[in-house]
């Protein structure tokens, strides 16, 4: 047990920052040796309660990886040499500043990918340098993601991340559509052990249904499961509102008082019956009316959409239906049903920002036209941006913890105009399929050499808390935290330094949390600034959150209250409750209420009818996560590549007939962007005309550094069939389910 750990061993409680979950683990320490001895859940974390997947044990692997960056790296004839950071940080502040001089600001692009989401130093020091170097062109793994439920939250409830968590710990029928947490431990829900969650769902009396194409793990445990033909959600969601309203189901209950556009959503869906759209979705009529009858009877219930629901041609509609299903059904904001968790860095008392506005088409992009959302344009235009000469083209690249290369559509055009820019620089661990493109890259800390508390998904978590994770191991000399190298590289950007630009990010806070009418009103900055001495850079920032916030001590002396020195001192998380009601006062729309029927969603039914009268394709290719995986890079744990190859494609029987392949051979996938050839897995648990290939994979290219992955999973990348061309109109997000593909047996 990690409590009876040698004497020279250090037991320290922490959360895995990997996946969504962030499960509470033990990490037994030699500090001496600075080496991880042992990795195991902690059994007394408030939320995980000891789960863990096989990926915690690899946290360790990430440090010890030969193949990991230990030193800055530049590229001299080809290949990367070491350089020291003082010439790594002067050559990327002076190349940047040289093509914002000569070419303007917007010559310079950013492209953030997913990790940044789960290092809370990177939640506060990227923007600024983001916003130092000016640019139009910001780009992340939002646009292959969650785009659409940012989309429908703005117009629907106010607020951009307003995403509605499902309370599964306390519904009694959960509807899935999209999600296959039992392989991804979970998205926009933040909820460890799902396995545990759904079966306690199902002892107490309790349903799960789940709609994928096909029959997945989470599928494999439910009561029902519906086989849904790709990217036909919003028409399945639709018919559900049908059935709501024609068979007199809808009951909003306290909602009723502060949502506009019933009606309206009532007149859209009268087309929309199970019926008529039967022949789109490939659902039966009658099952998806006992459905209806099912999820609206249930005392509380929740529908809940993710990555298959938003990664396609319908991804913002579908999202704004998984809405207004939780909304007639008066499961929004109640106990069981869909509930905005409170975090303990939320300001105390948010006043609203009613105004309404839909932080969209401010700008556009240059080739295709297309309006920026939430300040960034989709990632799936970078390729074109690059390309054609002329004013505003993209000609240098920044990347942090992204690897579009592998995660975003066409990756063939992208890698390509990835060769043509005159400059790129990444932020990252390795050398990988898209860092080998850059200039220099700049290795920062791995996760267990830093402190992190979860700044994003504390906000999506299904039961309320506050989690420090206390660093364990020494960074290797080489390295830097992330935090000093943004800052820096934003001090050097508007000629300024580091410290300059830390204390710029306090007094905006101190501005916005402290004096008169702040949520610590009782002191005043030149006090609350001696109150946060104690701690440094992002560490200080966190703590003024934490006080400012609701469950915190407002700076007040004596208070009782949470603050960083409190939160350390909870080992296993700090419980701040069950979810509770929070609106109408959490809206933040014009109104004040939830806006059920917002005009850009109305004015897409049209694009959806005209879908319901297409020919259904004759294959489609989906994605899958498996889990040993996390995206694209943890291929090189050798405790997470090994068994059997994982990057094959799912066909059906009755398609591996079709297409003249067999199982254990090999087929050719083609697209209209691009060809991949990949080992074939022939099950019935795919819906016939759908095949299903992984993501994250096709390590085997020149350059990388990635040893383990290139000779144990090399896999095949997904992203050279998808298409950068398809992309969800609302938010701007690419397709990356249900696309056109043409299978046969590889030469
Ligand atoms: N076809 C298809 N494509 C998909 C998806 C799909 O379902 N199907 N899913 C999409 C989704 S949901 C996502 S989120 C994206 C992910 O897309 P990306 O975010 O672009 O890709 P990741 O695979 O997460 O790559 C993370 C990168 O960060 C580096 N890294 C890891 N940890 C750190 C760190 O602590 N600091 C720094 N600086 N770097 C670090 C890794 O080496 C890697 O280069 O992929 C998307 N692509
Ligand atoms: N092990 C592991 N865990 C991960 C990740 C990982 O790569 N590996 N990635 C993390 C990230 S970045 C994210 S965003 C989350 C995503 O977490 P989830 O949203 O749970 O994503 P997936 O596990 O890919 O499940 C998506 C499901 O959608 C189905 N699907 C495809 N197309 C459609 C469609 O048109 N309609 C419907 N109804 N279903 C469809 C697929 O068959 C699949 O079962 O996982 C996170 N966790
Ligand atoms: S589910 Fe696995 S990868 Fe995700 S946080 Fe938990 S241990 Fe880490
Ligand atoms: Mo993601």
């Not at 990664?311 to 109640?334: I, K, P």
């Not at 559509?409 to 005159?422: F, I, M, V």
């Not at 933040?588 to 969603?601: N, V």
């Not at 897409?604 to 995206?631: F, H, Y």
Request: hydrophobic share 40%; with cysteine.
């Amino acid at each position: 047990m990690p409590e009876s750990a040698a004497p020279d061993h250090d037991v320290v409680y922490r959360s895995c920052n990997l996946c969504e979950a962030h499960c509470g683990i033990a990490v037994t320490v030699d500090r001496a040796a600075n080496r991880v001895i042992d990795i195991r859940g902690d059994e007394n974390d408030v939320v995980s309660r000891g789960y863990v997947c096989p990926k915690a044990v690899a946290l360790s692997a990430l440090s010890e990886d030969p193949d990991r960056l230990r030193a800055p790296v530049k590229k001299v004839d080809g290949e990367f040499v070491e350089i020291g950071w003082d010439e790594a940080l002067d050559l990327v502040s002076s190349r940047f500043a040289e093509m914002r001089e000569r070419h303007g600001a917007n010559s310079v692009a950013t492209y953030l990918g997913n990790p940044n989401a789960h290092d809370f130093a990177s939640n506060l020091s990227v923007a600024p340098l983001v916003r130092a170097l000016g640019t139009k062109w910001r780009f992340s793994a939002s646009s292959v993601d969650q785009l659409p439920k940012h989309f429908s939250s703005c117009l629907l409830f106010g607020g951009v991340s307003m995403f509605p968590i499902p309370d599964v710990d306390r519904t009694d029928f959960m509807l899935v559509l999209g999600a296959n947490p039992l392989a991804s431990n979970g998205s926009l829900m933040t909820a460890p052990d799902m396995r545990r969650r759904l079966r306690e769902l199902r002892e107490r009396g309790g349903e799960l249904v789940v709609v994928d194409p096909r029959r997945s793990e989470t599928a494999q445990v439910a009561d029902e499961h519906l086989a849904i033909r790709p990217g036909t959600d919003a028409l399945f969601l639709f018919s559900l509102v049908h059935v709501l309203f024609d068979e007199d189901l809808v009951s909003p209950g306290r909602l009723a008082d502060f949502t506009n556009g019933v009606d309206a959503v009532r007149d859209l869906a009268r087309e929309f019956s199970p019926e008529a759209v039967a022949r789109s979705t490939g659902l039966e009529p009658e099952a998806v009316r006992r459905l209806v009858r099912r999820f609206a009877g249930a005392p509380t219930a929740v529908c809940y959409g993710r990555i298959g629901t938003c990664t396609q041609e319908f991804g913002a509609t579908s999202s704004w239906l998984v809405d207004v299903v939780n909304v007639l059904t008066g499961n929004l904001d109640r106990a069981g049903g869909a509930m905005f968790p409170w975090t303990a860095h939320e300001a105390a008392d948010p006043t609203p920002r009613r105004k309404g506005v839909v932080p969209r088409g401010r700008w556009r992009s240059r080739v295709r036209g297309l309006p920026e959302f939430m300040g960034e344009l989709p990632v799936s235009a970078l390729a074109e941006e690059i390309e054609p000469p002329g004013e505003d083209r993209v000609r240098a690249l920044l990347t942090i913890a992204g690897n579009p290369a592998l995660s975003t559509p066409n990756a063939d055009r992208l890698e390509a105009a990835l060769e043509q820019l005159e400059f790129m620089v990444s932020i990252d661990l390795y050398v990988n399929e898209t860092t080998r493109h850059a200039d220099v890259i700049l290795p920062v800390t791995a996760p267990l050499e830093r402190t992190n508390y979860d700044m994003v998904f504390h906000g999506f978590s299904v039961h309320q808390h506050a989690k420090w994770s206390p660093a364990v191991l020494e960074p290797p000399p080489g390295v830097r935290p992330l935090w000093d190298v943004s800052l820096e590289l934003a001090g050097r950007t508007q000629g300024a330094d580091q410290a300059s630009v830390e204390e710029l990010l306090l007094s905006g806070l101190l501005g916005a949390t402290v004096g008169m009418g702040k949520a610590c009103s009782e002191t005043d900055e030149r006090h609350a600034r001696e109150q946060l001495a104690k701690h440094e850079g992002p560490e200080r920032l966190l703590d003024l959150m934490l006080r400012a916030g609701r469950f915190g001590d407002r700076l007040k002396e004596g208070a009782e209250g949470l603050s960083l020195d409190s939160m350390i001192e909870s080992v296993h998380g700090v419980d701040l409750g069950p979810m509770e009601p929070r609106l109408p006062e959490k809206l933040g729309t014009e109104s004040g209420c939830i806006e059920l029927a917002p005009e850009l969603f109305i004015e897409d039914v049209a694009r959806l009818r005209e879908a319901m009268d297409r020919e259904p394709e004759r294959l489609v290719l989906v994605g899958r996560r498996q889990m040993r995986t996390n995206n694209s890079w943890m291929h090189n744990v050798p405790a997470l590549a090994k068994g059997k190859a994982r990057c094959t494609l799912l066909v059906h029987p009755e398609d591996a007939a079709l297409c003249g392949i067999a199982a254990g051979g090999r087929a050719r996938i083609r697209s209209r962007v691009g060809q991949v050839e990949a080992p074939v897995e022939i099950s019935d648990e795919m819906r016939p005309g759908v095949v299903s290939l992984p993501h994250g994979f096709g390590h085997d290219v020149p350059g990388v550094r990635l040893q383990v992955a290139v000779e144990r999973q090399p896999g095949v990348n997904s992203n050279r069939l998808t298409d950068e061309a398809a992309i969800d109109p609302l938010s701007g997000n690419a397709i990356l389910n249900g696309i056109p593909v043409h299978v046969e047996p590889a030469q």
